[in-house]
């Protein structure tokens, strides 16, 4: 298979026609048909379902796409080294980060990193923790700020903290008036938070079990900023991690600390065989100094200590359940 039909293919799907990926890629319809088609044959399987002017991914499709798509980004960074390297200039930064840092506090480590260091491209990705993860064991990312558990082997770790989730709610809201925001408050209230089972919502449904709350309703989002904007239009009280409540800037919401400890847990990694540039390790020193400062109640914990975080992570009573 060649680049040009990976790249035709890659319109295509974020087009969703063989028009519109034309219009795209400067070429004609009959071009990218013919591509698409020598694609196919290539792999041995049916990319798009034809029916008439319209087409569909096949099931295929939507599986080849990842891959080709982690492909090309590859070939892109590689042509982009090249031309720094050709340049004799500091390498790109590669970041891939969950929403929560990446929509606010790594922009303002960015912000901080001295002119001397900062390379000419820099790369932010926002992306879920398994992606994030994911990234940096194939290459595709320097380093990774990801929220806990994370346990794979061939990771640096950087560093390991933990900070209490708050609450927001907009400045109209009663309970803006009150300091601290009780969990038992949240009974009959529309609660917001975060979606991924595996993660925080895990330790969210924990808190609001043991205090015996019951939400008149549950709005899950896959990002904080997502809450935090539901929040502020008063739909209802969005239980956030910290990194979104004290990293972007909202109008109309007010952050409060919760009276019960829901523990927000995050590392930064790297791939242990691959070195980082120096201002790669300039950055997550900022990033770390950056959320030490505004966090209340940061801990960074000690990465030879795994079971302390892990019990922070699954619960110190949390067990293997036989079946």
Request: with cysteine; aromatic share 6%; glycine share 6%.
């Amino acid at each position: 298979m060649e680049i040009k039909q990976l790249e035709v293919f890659l319109a295509v799907m974020s087009a969703g026609s063989i028009t519109a990926a034309g219009r795209l890629l400067d070429r004609s319809q009959s071009q990218v048909t013919r591509l698409i088609q020598e694609l196919e044959a290539s792999i041995g399987f049916a990319l798009f379902e034809r029916n008439g002017p319209r087409i569909t991914p096949t099931p295929k499709a939507i599986s080849f796409h990842s891959e080709a798509e982690r492909f090309l980004s590859g070939m892109g960074q590689l042509r982009e080294r090249a031309k720094t390297i050709l340049a004799e200039e500091l390498p790109p930064i590669e970041i891939a980060a969950i929403p929560a840092f990446a929509s606010g506090l790594v922009p303002l480590a960015l912000a901080k990193l001295p002119q001397s260091v900062l390379p000419r491209n820099v790369h932010l990705r926002s992306v879920s923790a398994e992606t994030a993860v994911q990234s940096v064991l194939g290459r595709t990312a320097d380093f990774c700020v990801a929220s806990l558990p994370v346990e794979h082997p061939g990771l640096e770790v950087h560093g390991l903290f933990q900070s209490p989730c708050v609450a927001a709610v907009s400045s109209s809201d009663p309970l803006a008036q009150q300091q601290t925001i009780s969990i038992s408050d949240l009974g009959e209230r529309c609660v917001i938070t975060m979606a991924n089972p595996f993660r925080l919502r895990r330790r969210v449904n924990h808190a609001l079990e043991a205090a015996n709350v019951r939400p008149a309703r549950l709005v899950d989002t896959n990002a904080a900023i997502n809450a935090l904007q539901l929040a502020s239009t008063g739909f209802g009280v969005a239980i956030v991690e910290p990194a979104t409540a004290y990293g972007v800037q909202l109008r109309n919401i007010e952050i409060r600390p919760l009276d019960v400890d829901i523990p927000f847990l995050w590392g930064i990694f790297s791939a242990s065989s691959k070195p980082l540039p120096e201002s790669a390790r300039e950055l997550i020193q900022l990033i770390i100094r950056i959320s030490s400062a505004r966090m209340p109640g940061f801990v960074a914990h000690d990465p030879a200590h795994l079971e302390r975080v892990a019990d922070a992570t699954f619960g110190v009573d949390s067990h293997a359940k036989e079946f």
